[in-house]
């Protein structure tokens, strides 16, 4: 297993590690807890404000899928490899920031299908009140 530094962790929360640097943290990271629990603690640092770059990258969340793209993950219309990435920012990384976003989203999503159930329902039930009843019933 690669060895990862905490220096290389702080690099990769930054945005600043090249694909192959970036690809090795996040292999590291699947395959450890520890390096997860490091991962956490170095963010929940940034978030107290303990990092002179950590203002910045609340601001920015760099690493962060946006808004749109949470979205796009929920209805997983991502190509595979992004919803992949979302999925392990989410729930390797454990992103706070974005878990709390998804909820919204998801709660968002939610609430319109179950009006529009509803709705189906209702028309469904008038209808089957006014139409006669078995087949044939088409003017
Ligand atoms: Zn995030």
Redesign the pocket.
Known sequence: MPNITRHQLDSYLDDALNDPETALVEQALRQSEGLRRQLRVAMQERDRGEHSIGAIWRRS?L???NREQLGSYLLSVLESDHQDYIDF??YT?G?S???A?LADLRSLQAEPASQVRQRRRRFFESSAGLLPAGPGGKK
Do not use: I, Q
């Open positions: 969340r690493t962060c899928p920012h989410l990384v992103c920031y974005c878990l976003n």
